[in-house]
């Protein structure tokens, strides 16, 4: 079993060509017509550098359909195949998402609060299934530098400009994922 070579990302893919090869990925699921095996292979080939895996989760995490509110497991087995990169990514995906809930709220924009709670809900889902080590110890440093205002997680707060609100938001959030 091969799949075909457009499905599978490069160590230099772009962001911008990981979204797009996950957008055609997505779209094959959905119409059902890869199998789970393949599925792995071309999930584990983005996952592998950071591009492939941020343009991945962008894409993953916010599609339109239900794909990744019921995750398959060729998906879990590529994204456990690359555990640092899939946990740091999950783990901000999550707090960014919790924080973009608040943020949406504040300006009435219902839709984009509930696009915001979507990605939160998927990303958590995920870090529930997958159970990996790498989880708790970025969401660990995540939460020790909520609590000091300093360490690992500081400037990824100081650099999209976190409230207190949203901060609590992404604690409660992150506290729920790997409590």
Request: hydrophobic residues 40%; aromatic residues 6%; proline residues 3%.
């Amino acid at each position: 079993m091969s799949i075909p070579s457009s499905l599978l990302a490069s160590e230099s893919i772009t962001f911008e060509e990981a979204i797009e090869l996950t957008q055609s990925l997505l779209s094959l699921i959905e119409s059902d017509r890869l199998l789970e095996a393949e599925i792995e292979q071309a999930v584990k080939s983005l996952v592998k550098s950071q591009n492939g895996a941020r343009g991945f989760f962008v894409t993953y995490l916010t599609e339109e359909g239900q794909v990744a509110d019921r995750p398959s497991p060729g998906v879990i087995e590529a994204l456990r195949s690359a555990p640092e990169i899939v946990a740091e990514l999950l783990v901000k995906n999550l707090a960014m998402s919790a924080a973009m809930v608040v943020h949406h709220s504040r300006q009435q924009k219902k839709e984009m609060a509930d696009n915001s709670a979507k990605v939160q809900e998927r990303s958590h889902n995920l870090i529930q299934i997958l159970q990996l080590p790498a989880c708790k110890t970025v969401a660990s440093q995540m939460l020790a530098s909520l609590q000091s205002g300093s360490g690992e997680y500081e400037d990824f707060f100081v650099r999209w400009g976190y409230d207190g609100e949203q901060k609590r938001a992404i604690g409660s959030a992150v506290r729920g994922a790997i409590g």
